[in-house]
């Protein structure tokens, strides 16, 4: 096709005990959206990688405005016009918006990048996050980074810019603002934009085309006027996926498992105060940097100088560090997994061990290898992750999977106490409702769950009761009927009276 900006013939490519690609083609025209949807483990991860010049190949070819790839590289990828914004954005937290904007440009780039940077500013704008090109990345929320990733790409002029789920963490009227101006650029700059996301309503908003990947190959392609979010699903996970119900809502005269009175950090002088009962789930929504995952951090002494009284079936604890809170019964799952939940360069079943009872695994760093495995090898079955090999690295599973051996982590080790922070973030729809009925379980054994999640549609699916925090403070509290997106959104906005 003559309006073609990337044409993928029959890549293939293996890692060892792995076929991740096999034989996959497709083609991106030139201000098309093209959604790559599929399971976790399905390939998505590795073609980004091979598109992005990060792995090479094993066989097949890649054209980029009519000229095929011979060499693969990050460099020969930016080269090609190819940009990949990670669904952790690439940034140095230290240096300023603008600093970053111009990360990587040559001193006479930059004398000529005044134009890209103020529109790229203008773009974030108007997603919806006004920045100050001054202020330092590490102030900045990872949906305003992901914000900052996306209006780069397109301000620079890549021919071609993959999005890797670039909503993570924002609002409804966040992603909507995004999807639109995604589109706007795409379109109006003759951009071919790879979209990857698990949220079907953002790729039905948003996509020109879907192409499922499944197990490595193409299971599926379509213009999306002509398909369904429930024939993408199928396509995905072979199967109908039913909307989640919790099979074990708590009992109305559970006693109260958990409490955490006058929550405070340094930084803030917001104080909050939470009491979740045995075998319930307590969902606490609230817009990008309202305070949920601080005060989730602040509970489980995450960082130094947080204070508060906290108890467990009514005794009183002293925690002044993570090590206390894990002895006590607290575990901790956090929405950034790859710099706080993992440690990414060694294998699965070490991450596992790093949190385990040391009656299952052995006793620091002597524990039994074989035991951890083993260990390891249960969860990971009973969690379905993919490959179930526990000897690869971490950091050669996919972004869903790494969830999986978070979550892991925490599940020989007598917790009581469950703080969950984005829960199932780059998760795939089959692994959500495996996560869901994981949290479920949890409750039904007579835990306390805590779940942080700006996904609302979770938050109602899993909540017995859900809170509200605008700036730094619970504003209101939402039981049964009235968990509604329209409730919580209203009241983490402002736009209506809170009730407690």
Avoid at 113 to 119: E, G, N, T
Avoid at 270 to 292: F, P
Wanted: hydrophobic content about 40%; proline content about 5%; aromatic content about 4%.
């Amino acid at each position: 096709m003559t309006d073609s900006i990337l044409e993928v013939r029959n890549i293939g490519k293996t890692f060892p005990g792995v076929r991740a690609l096999d034989d996959v083609s497709f083609t991106l025209r030139k201000g098309e959206v093209l959604t790559l949807a599929g399971e976790n483990g399905a390939g998505k991860s590795t073609l980004l990688g091979i598109l992005g010049g990060a792995l090479a190949p094993d066989r097949g070819s890649i054209t980029v405005d009519g000229v095929r790839r011979g060499e693969y590289s990050p460099r020969r990828a930016l080269a090609d016009g190819v940009v990949i914004a990670h669904q952790e954005p690439a940034v140095v937290p230290q240096l300023t918006v603008e600093q970053n904007l111009l990360l990587g440009k040559s001193a006479a780039e930059r004398r000529t990048s005044r134009d890209a940077v103020a529109q790229a500013l203008a773009d974030v704008a108007s997603m919806g996050f006004p920045l100050n090109p001054r202020s330092p990345l590490r102030r900045l929320s990872p949906a305003q980074r992901h914000a900052l990733t996306i209006a780069k790409a397109f301000a620079f002029g890549a021919k071609i810019v993959a999005l890797d789920e670039p909503t993570t963490s924002m609002l409804e009227h966040n992603v909507d603002a995004v999807l639109s101006r995604v589109r706007e650029l795409a379109h109006d700059k003759g951009t071919g934009v790879i979209f990857v996301s698990h949220k079907m309503p953002e790729v039905m908003k948003v996509s020109d085309t879907v192409v499922v990947l499944r197990d490595g190959r193409i299971g599926y392609r379509s213009p999306i006027s002509e398909t369904s979010v429930d024939e993408i699903v199928r396509s995905m996970v072979g199967r109908e996926l039913l909307d989640f119900r919790r099979a074990h809502p708590v009992a109305r005269d559970a006693e109260v498992l958990f409490t955490a009175d006058e929550v405070g950090r340094p930084d803030s002088d917001a104080r909050n105060s939470i009491a979740v009962h045995r075998g319930e789930v307590v969902g606490i929504a609230g817009l990008v940097g309202s305070g949920r995952t601080e005060f989730l951090r602040a509970i489980f002494r995450a960082d130094p100088g947080c204070t508060g009284r906290i108890s467990i079936a009514g005794r009183a604890l002293r925690l002044r560090s993570p090590n206390d809170s894990r002895r006590a019964g607290i575990a901790f799952i956090p929405e950034d997994r790859k710099k706080q939940g993992l440690v990414l360069q060694v294998p699965a079943y070490a991450n596992v061990a790093l949190t385990a009872a040391d009656a299952i695994v052995g006793r620091g760093p002597f524990f039994g290898p074989r035991r951890a495995v083993r260990v390891a090898d249960e969860l990971g079955t009973s969690l379905d992750l993919r490959p179930k090999n526990v000897r690869l690295l971490a950091r050669q599973f996919s972004g869903g999977n790494q969830q999986k051996i978070v979550i892991a982590k925490w599940l020989r080790r007598d917790s009581r106490v469950f703080l969950f922070d984005e829960p199932t973030k780059g998760v795939d729809v089959g692994g959500k409702a495996e996560i869901y009925g994981l949290i479920d379980k949890l409750a039904a054994e007579g835990n306390a769950i805590i779940v942080v999640s700006s996904d609302l549609p979770e938050i109602i699916a899993l909540a017995d009761r859900a809170l509200v925090m605008r700036g730094g403070r619970f504003v209101s509290e939402h039981v049964g009927g009235d968990i509604t997106e329209q409730s919580l959104v209203a009241s983490a906005m402002g736009i209506t009276e809170e009730t407690s």
